[in-house]
């Protein structure tokens, strides 16, 4: 199997497109199948659905989509590798052979076990292992929340042993998303563990492709380019045997795959250049990307170091439930109005200090002599947050009621009162990989413990987050002159992809050409990014440098609050967030402008 193996992504979250694995299979020539179902959020809701139902804790849709591509994928030889087992692999696997048996088909299912530790907290507690807060270094057991989920992130080495014991379907727990390109990719081209350049490669190509149609059109800033605007085939990574890849998508299906919708994937969620997964870590500043033909962008080049000693682990803890309201207004004198508002409530309500926390934002949509009414409206968003489900439920909605006659001018709110909702906490934390055994149940039922790729053993050094291995970019120096500038908004040279982990946010942003990435690398200081987003003025801003791609990130620590099911943000997930800077105003070289 000399040959790229073609490994086609049908799912980038729980809840997409159900029809996209049909339209892959039927219509694009692949190896392997995969589906992305798990992100913090998502392990959650599967909390909360195995609640209701023991039996749950998996991605449902996942079966149906599932039905539609069994026969076929089986007829022609397709893997299927998902993360869609989620905290109950066993029970999925289950409700897999049971699907099979009413289509009359025998597909052979293996599923992999080992990364929830939910239950071994006091065992790791007792073994020194304090799983502090990645971001505030606050150890578990000074948290006063319960954690309800904790799954440590697997690597690919236990997919790639259950399709070498000939598996035809791999359902998996809480593998990190590149390792549904990376297992297949290295059980097909037989890879050693130490070949980490080629791994590396392998996690470039699945960061890529796991978010599906993101790679290929979705999300991205430069509109103008897709000319085909029809719904954004789903992606497709062609993996050779030294890591390279192309990125493409299967036929007759709209959207671009160009050299910036892939670097826009490739800046998508990550922090330091240096990209660790339980495999390898992948230095994203060492890869190139080359546009082959239409809808074809190389990536090569991607420099492999032998992975840290831990694992990451993602716990969701119960932090209580919430409520929001939000009332609108109309017109004249909207600060004033939202005033009296949330002081009429919270009067009515008892004060602020009856909640654990609130959160009061007002939103202006409005401008003076409006067109039409929706114009003239801002938004009063009150959320309120406490351990006790009775005060943030009716009786906090209901109190906004109160207002209707009672308060401003033109009262109305955009929902009926609501109920309250319970939320989690995100909690980022390492746990040493020495206490995290990765199991592999083959189609035959046997066991298989699957050892973890040691630094000392490898003997190669482990890459640590933020190193690199390209040449090093320092600071700017001596200042470049551009000429003259004129204000415009920041995206008229650069675009930028947006998003969220846990409770930071990351903003990549970058340009066309060499010259516009000199001048935003000169611009874009830590200092100027907080100016054009004052909400990160008193939080910690990581800033990046990826040349070899014309880019920039920035990491906000903090901005989300505590993950996306506890923030109190408009924007939870700060998907908007790099197009909001985009329109931010500030100097821009004349010269540079339309360049490019």
Known sequence: MNRPVRIGNASAFYGDRLASMRHLVDTADIDVITGDYLAELTMLILWKARQKDPAAGYARTFLTQLEHVLGTCLDRGIRIVSNAGGLNPAGLSEQI???????????????LTGDDLVDRLDELAAAGVDLANLDTGQPLADSDRKPISANAYLGGWGIAEALGADADIVVCPRVTDASLVVGPAAWWHGWARDDFDALAGAVAAGHVIECGPQATGGNYSWLSEITDRRYPGFPIAEVAADGSSV????????????????TAQLLYEIAAPAYPNPDVVAHFDTLSLTQEGPHRVRIAGTRGTAPPETLKVALNQLGGYRNTMTLVLTGLDIAERAAYAEQLLFEVLGGKDRFAETDV????FDHPDAATNPEATAHLRITVKDPDPRKVGRVFSNATMELALGGYAGFHTTTPPSPEAAYGVYWPALVPSRFVTQTAVLPDGTERAIPHTHPRESGIPSGRVGDSV?????????ALDFGPTERAPLGTLCAARSGDKGGNANVGLWTRTAEQYAWLRQHLTVATFRELLPEAAELVVQRHELPNLFALNFVVVGLLGEGVASSTRPDPQAKGLGEYLRSRLTDIPTGLIGAG
């Open 97 to 111: 052979h049971q699907l099979a048996e009413r289509l009359g088909l025998h597909p052979r299912v293996a599923h």
């Open 470 to 478: 390209s040449p090093t970019v320092g600071t700017p120096g001596e």
């Open 361 to 364: 934002r007002l939103l202006r």
């Open 247 to 262: 990125i493409t998508k299967h036929d007759n299906t709209g959207g671009l795959v160009s050299v910036g919708t892939v």
